[in-house]
Protein backbone atom coordinates (compact mmCIF):
# COMPACT_ATOMS: atom_id res chain seq x y z
CA UNK A 1 0.00 0.00 0.00
CA UNK A 2 1.30 3.18 -0.59
CA UNK A 3 1.83 5.77 2.09
CA UNK A 4 0.07 9.05 1.24
CA UNK A 5 2.65 12.13 0.83
CA UNK A 6 3.20 14.26 3.75
CA UNK A 7 3.33 17.21 1.70
CA UNK A 8 -0.11 16.68 0.42
CA UNK A 9 -1.55 16.21 4.12
CA UNK A 10 -2.93 19.80 5.43
CA UNK A 11 -2.79 18.52 9.16
CA UNK A 12 1.53 18.79 9.71
CA UNK A 13 1.12 22.08 8.73
CA UNK A 14 -2.13 23.89 10.84
CA UNK A 15 -0.17 24.64 13.86
CA UNK A 16 2.12 26.57 11.36
CA UNK A 17 -1.07 28.16 10.06
CA UNK A 18 -2.45 29.03 13.37
CA UNK A 19 0.87 30.91 14.77
CA UNK A 20 1.35 32.80 11.40
CA UNK A 21 -2.05 33.63 11.23
CA UNK A 22 -1.83 34.93 15.50
CA UNK A 23 0.94 36.73 14.50
CA UNK A 24 0.74 37.88 11.79
CA UNK A 25 4.12 37.37 10.34
CA UNK A 26 5.92 34.16 8.35
CA UNK A 27 8.88 35.41 10.36
CA UNK A 28 7.79 36.31 13.98
CA UNK A 29 5.99 32.47 13.61
CA UNK A 30 9.26 30.57 12.43
CA UNK A 31 10.46 31.97 15.57
CA UNK A 32 7.90 30.47 17.71
CA UNK A 33 7.87 27.56 16.20
CA UNK A 34 11.81 26.95 15.98
CA UNK A 35 11.82 27.08 12.23
CA UNK A 36 13.59 28.80 9.02
CA UNK A 37 11.26 31.29 7.70
CA UNK A 38 11.46 29.58 4.74
CA UNK A 39 10.31 26.45 6.41
CA UNK A 40 6.94 28.29 7.06
CA UNK A 41 6.59 29.82 3.86
CA UNK A 42 6.99 26.32 2.51
CA UNK A 43 4.29 24.85 4.70
CA UNK A 44 2.21 27.40 4.27
CA UNK A 45 2.82 27.39 0.48
CA UNK A 46 1.82 23.15 0.84
CA UNK A 47 -1.30 23.95 2.48
CA UNK A 48 -2.67 26.58 0.24
CA UNK A 49 -1.51 24.19 -2.66
CA UNK A 50 -3.66 21.22 -1.11
CA UNK A 51 -6.67 23.21 -0.23
CA UNK A 52 -6.21 25.20 -3.59
CA UNK A 53 -7.14 28.71 -2.47
CA UNK A 54 -4.83 32.02 -0.86
CA UNK A 55 -4.73 31.94 3.06
CA UNK A 56 -3.09 34.54 3.32
CA UNK A 57 -2.16 38.07 1.60
CA UNK A 58 0.74 40.56 2.28
CA UNK A 59 0.74 44.21 3.35
CA UNK A 60 3.44 46.54 4.30
CA UNK A 61 5.43 43.51 5.75
CA UNK A 62 2.56 41.71 7.59
CA UNK A 63 0.71 38.95 7.01
CA UNK A 64 -3.38 39.18 7.13
CA UNK A 65 -5.35 36.35 6.14
CA UNK A 66 -7.49 35.87 3.18
CA UNK A 67 -11.25 35.21 3.19
CA UNK A 68 -10.55 31.75 2.76
CA UNK A 69 -7.79 32.17 5.99
CA UNK A 70 -10.55 33.57 8.17
CA UNK A 71 -12.63 30.36 7.40
CA UNK A 72 -9.97 28.21 8.07
CA UNK A 73 -8.58 29.41 11.33
CA UNK A 74 -11.87 28.42 13.35
CA UNK A 75 -11.44 24.73 12.45
CA UNK A 76 -7.37 24.70 13.18
CA UNK A 77 -8.71 25.58 16.70
CA UNK A 78 -11.42 22.71 16.23
CA UNK A 79 -8.74 20.34 15.61
CA UNK A 80 -6.20 21.59 17.58
CA UNK A 81 -8.82 21.58 20.33
CA UNK A 82 -9.88 17.80 19.50
CA UNK A 83 -5.91 16.86 19.09
CA UNK A 84 -5.56 18.10 22.79
CA UNK A 85 -8.51 16.34 24.36
CA UNK A 86 -7.72 13.17 22.75
CA UNK A 87 -4.46 13.55 24.72
CA UNK A 88 -5.81 14.19 27.94
CA UNK A 89 -8.17 11.04 27.54
CA UNK A 90 -5.60 8.50 27.06
CA UNK A 91 -3.03 10.28 28.83
CA UNK A 92 -5.03 11.99 31.83
CA UNK A 93 -2.74 14.83 32.06
CA UNK A 94 -3.35 18.23 30.11
CA UNK A 95 -0.71 20.35 28.58
CA UNK A 96 0.03 23.55 30.61
CA UNK A 97 -1.31 26.83 28.09
CA UNK A 98 1.37 28.18 27.00
CA UNK A 99 2.30 31.29 24.65
CA UNK A 100 2.36 35.38 24.67
CA UNK A 101 0.28 38.00 25.44
CA UNK A 102 1.43 41.28 24.67
CA UNK A 103 -0.58 44.38 25.68
CA UNK A 104 0.21 47.75 25.43
CA UNK A 105 -2.11 50.79 27.28
CA UNK A 106 -2.40 53.86 28.70
CA UNK A 107 -1.65 55.03 31.91
CA UNK A 108 -5.07 54.94 33.79
CA UNK A 109 -5.67 51.45 32.80
CA UNK A 110 -1.90 50.82 32.26
CA UNK A 111 -0.87 51.40 36.17
CA UNK A 112 -4.41 51.56 37.99
CA UNK A 113 -6.50 48.49 36.54
CA UNK A 114 -4.28 46.23 34.74
CA UNK A 115 -2.31 44.96 37.40
CA UNK A 116 -4.85 43.49 39.39
CA UNK A 117 -6.37 41.74 36.15
CA UNK A 118 -2.73 40.52 35.35
CA UNK A 119 -2.23 39.12 38.36
CA UNK A 120 -5.56 37.12 38.62
CA UNK A 121 -4.81 35.73 35.24
CA UNK A 122 -1.84 34.37 36.14
CA UNK A 123 -2.96 32.45 38.92
CA UNK A 124 -5.04 31.06 36.11
CA UNK A 125 -2.72 30.24 33.27
CA UNK A 126 1.09 30.77 34.97
CA UNK A 127 2.70 29.57 31.78
CA UNK A 128 1.89 32.36 29.49
CA UNK A 129 4.14 34.84 29.65
CA UNK A 130 2.69 38.54 29.23
CA UNK A 131 4.52 41.72 27.94
CA UNK A 132 2.72 45.36 28.72
CA UNK A 133 3.83 48.57 27.84
CA UNK A 134 2.43 51.80 29.09
CA UNK A 135 2.33 55.11 26.90
CA UNK A 136 -0.05 57.64 25.62
CA UNK A 137 -3.61 56.42 23.89
CA UNK A 138 -2.28 57.80 20.61
CA UNK A 139 0.79 55.36 20.27
CA UNK A 140 -1.64 52.19 21.79
CA UNK A 141 -3.64 52.50 18.80
CA UNK A 142 -0.40 52.39 16.39
CA UNK A 143 0.75 49.80 18.29
CA UNK A 144 -2.39 47.45 18.12
CA UNK A 145 -3.15 48.47 14.44
CA UNK A 146 0.66 47.80 13.38
CA UNK A 147 0.73 44.26 15.57
CA UNK A 148 3.13 44.90 18.09
CA UNK A 149 0.21 44.57 20.77
CA UNK A 150 -2.52 42.15 20.47
CA UNK A 151 -4.57 44.00 23.03
CA UNK A 152 -4.58 47.48 23.51
CA UNK A 153 -6.27 49.53 26.65
CA UNK A 154 -7.10 53.46 26.40
CA UNK A 155 -9.43 56.00 27.84
CA UNK A 156 -10.41 57.23 24.05
CA UNK A 157 -12.92 55.75 21.46
CA UNK A 158 -10.71 54.28 18.78
CA UNK A 159 -11.61 55.73 15.36
CA UNK A 160 -9.58 53.52 12.96
CA UNK A 161 -11.53 51.60 10.76
CA UNK A 162 -9.18 48.30 11.17
CA UNK A 163 -9.99 48.35 15.05
CA UNK A 164 -12.27 47.06 16.83
CA UNK A 165 -13.07 48.37 20.27
CA UNK A 166 -15.03 46.82 23.45
CA UNK A 167 -15.79 48.85 26.38
CA UNK A 168 -14.81 47.19 30.07
CA UNK A 169 -14.39 50.20 32.62
CA UNK A 170 -15.13 53.38 33.17
CA UNK A 171 -13.74 56.64 34.74
CA UNK A 172 -14.04 59.94 36.04
CA UNK A 173 -11.89 63.03 35.42
CA UNK A 174 -11.95 66.01 38.43
CA UNK A 175 -10.39 68.86 38.57
CA UNK A 176 -7.41 69.36 41.03
CA UNK A 177 -5.58 71.95 42.88
CA UNK A 178 -3.28 72.14 45.38
CA UNK A 179 -3.92 72.87 48.99
CA UNK A 180 -2.50 76.46 49.15
CA UNK A 181 -4.98 77.20 46.52
CA UNK A 182 -7.68 79.75 46.34
CA UNK A 183 -10.16 77.06 45.54
CA UNK A 184 -9.23 74.49 47.73
CA UNK A 185 -12.12 74.92 49.88
CA UNK A 186 -14.96 74.89 47.13
CA UNK A 187 -16.45 72.01 45.52
CA UNK A 188 -17.49 73.32 42.29
CA UNK A 189 -16.29 76.33 39.53
CA UNK A 190 -17.51 77.96 36.91
CA UNK A 191 -16.71 76.70 33.12
CA UNK A 192 -15.85 80.49 32.93
CA UNK A 193 -13.83 80.28 35.43
CA UNK A 194 -11.99 77.57 34.26
CA UNK A 195 -10.75 79.09 31.48
CA UNK A 196 -9.13 82.32 33.10
CA UNK A 197 -7.17 79.40 34.96
CA UNK A 198 -3.77 78.34 34.32
CA UNK A 199 -3.95 74.70 33.44
CA UNK A 200 -1.69 72.35 33.39
CA UNK A 201 -2.37 69.52 30.83
CA UNK A 202 -1.41 66.12 29.20
CA UNK A 203 -0.23 65.76 25.86
CA UNK A 204 -1.95 66.00 22.79
CA UNK A 205 -2.73 62.14 22.50
CA UNK A 206 -3.39 61.42 25.47
CA UNK A 207 -6.94 59.66 26.77
CA UNK A 208 -7.56 62.55 29.49
CA UNK A 209 -6.54 65.56 27.32
CA UNK A 210 -8.89 63.71 24.76
CA UNK A 211 -11.63 63.89 27.15
CA UNK A 212 -11.02 67.05 28.74
CA UNK A 213 -11.82 68.70 24.94
CA UNK A 214 -14.23 66.88 23.39
CA UNK A 215 -16.36 67.95 27.11
CA UNK A 216 -15.16 71.43 26.28
CA UNK A 217 -16.40 71.15 22.90
CA UNK A 218 -20.06 69.31 24.09
CA UNK A 219 -20.38 72.64 26.43
CA UNK A 220 -19.98 74.98 23.59
CA UNK A 221 -16.39 75.98 24.82
CA UNK A 222 -13.35 76.40 22.47
CA UNK A 223 -10.35 74.79 23.82
CA UNK A 224 -8.51 77.80 22.55
CA UNK A 225 -10.02 79.66 25.14
CA UNK A 226 -8.04 77.63 27.97
CA UNK A 227 -5.13 79.10 29.62
CA UNK A 228 -2.76 76.74 29.09
CA UNK A 229 0.60 77.02 31.34
CA UNK A 230 2.33 73.71 31.02
CA UNK A 231 1.86 70.38 28.95
CA UNK A 232 3.31 67.54 30.03
CA UNK A 233 3.77 63.71 29.17
CA UNK A 234 2.75 62.06 32.32
CA UNK A 235 0.16 62.09 34.97
CA UNK A 236 3.07 61.98 38.23
CA UNK A 237 4.26 64.98 35.90
CA UNK A 238 1.29 67.05 36.29
CA UNK A 239 0.03 66.07 39.73
CA UNK A 240 3.92 67.37 40.26
CA UNK A 241 3.91 70.54 38.77
CA UNK A 242 0.45 70.93 40.57
CA UNK A 243 1.82 70.41 43.59
CA UNK A 244 4.40 73.15 43.23
CA UNK A 245 1.68 75.52 42.54
CA UNK A 246 1.99 75.87 38.54
CA UNK A 247 -1.50 76.31 38.45
CA UNK A 248 -4.90 73.45 38.21
CA UNK A 249 -5.17 70.17 36.17
CA UNK A 250 -7.98 67.88 35.06
CA UNK A 251 -6.90 63.99 36.14
CA UNK A 252 -8.39 60.94 36.42
CA UNK A 253 -10.11 60.07 40.09
CA UNK A 254 -7.40 57.20 39.49
CA UNK A 255 -4.41 59.04 39.32
CA UNK A 256 -5.05 61.28 42.59
CA UNK A 257 -6.79 59.06 44.77
CA UNK A 258 -3.68 58.52 46.60
CA UNK A 259 -3.26 63.04 47.09
CA UNK A 260 -6.96 63.16 47.79
CA UNK A 261 -6.95 61.27 50.89
CA UNK A 262 -4.27 62.71 52.13
CA UNK A 263 -5.17 65.65 51.31
CA UNK A 264 -2.39 67.34 49.28
CA UNK A 265 -4.71 67.78 46.42
CA UNK A 266 -8.38 69.20 46.46
CA UNK A 267 -10.76 68.04 43.67
CA UNK A 268 -13.76 70.27 42.33
CA UNK A 269 -16.45 69.57 40.09
CA UNK A 270 -16.76 72.03 37.02
CA UNK A 271 -20.32 73.22 36.11
CA UNK A 272 -21.69 72.30 33.15
CA UNK A 273 -18.54 69.84 31.82
CA UNK A 274 -19.32 66.27 31.96
CA UNK A 275 -15.89 64.92 32.62
CA UNK A 276 -16.71 60.72 32.66
CA UNK A 277 -15.05 58.73 30.30
CA UNK A 278 -15.44 55.16 29.32
CA UNK A 279 -11.88 53.08 29.21
CA UNK A 280 -12.24 50.80 26.30
CA UNK A 281 -9.83 47.41 24.98
CA UNK A 282 -8.99 47.33 21.38
CA UNK A 283 -7.82 44.57 18.87
CA UNK A 284 -7.29 44.64 15.06
CA UNK A 285 -9.90 42.95 13.36
CA UNK A 286 -7.69 42.11 10.59
CA UNK A 287 -5.70 39.61 12.87
CA UNK A 288 -7.01 36.85 14.27
CA UNK A 289 -6.39 37.07 18.14
CA UNK A 290 -3.62 34.11 19.98
CA UNK A 291 -5.39 32.29 22.45
CA UNK A 292 -3.83 34.10 25.15
CA UNK A 293 -5.02 37.47 23.98
CA UNK A 294 -8.84 35.32 23.61
CA UNK A 295 -8.68 34.60 27.24
CA UNK A 296 -8.00 37.64 28.23
CA UNK A 297 -10.65 38.91 26.54
CA UNK A 298 -13.40 36.44 28.17
CA UNK A 299 -11.76 37.22 31.31
CA UNK A 300 -12.47 40.66 31.43
CA UNK A 301 -15.92 39.89 30.40
CA UNK A 302 -16.03 38.00 34.06
CA UNK A 303 -14.86 41.33 36.07
CA UNK A 304 -16.58 42.61 38.57
CA UNK A 305 -18.00 46.20 37.43
CA UNK A 306 -16.78 47.38 41.34
CA UNK A 307 -13.15 46.32 40.17
CA UNK A 308 -13.18 49.08 37.09
CA UNK A 309 -15.13 51.84 38.06
CA UNK A 310 -13.06 54.86 39.70
Given amino acids: MTR ?18 ELGSFTAAAKVLGLSQAAVSQRIQELEQTLNVSLFRRERGRAFLTDAGQRLYPYTQQIQSLHEEARHQLTGRRAALRGELSLAASSIPGEHLLPALLSAFRRRHPHIRIR ?4 DSSAVLTAVEHGKANLGFVGMKADLPNLETRKFACDAL ?19 DLCQQPLVLREAGSGSRWCLEHALERAGVAVSSLQIALELGSNEAVKEAV ?7 VLSKHAVKRELRTGTLHALKVAGLCLKRDIFVVWDRRRVLPIAARLFLDALEHVPSSATKS
Fill in 4 to 21: PSMSRDPLPHLETFARAA
Fill in 132 to 135: ATVT
Fill in 174 to 192: VLVVNRRHPWRRRRQVALT
Fill in 243 to 249: LRGNGAA
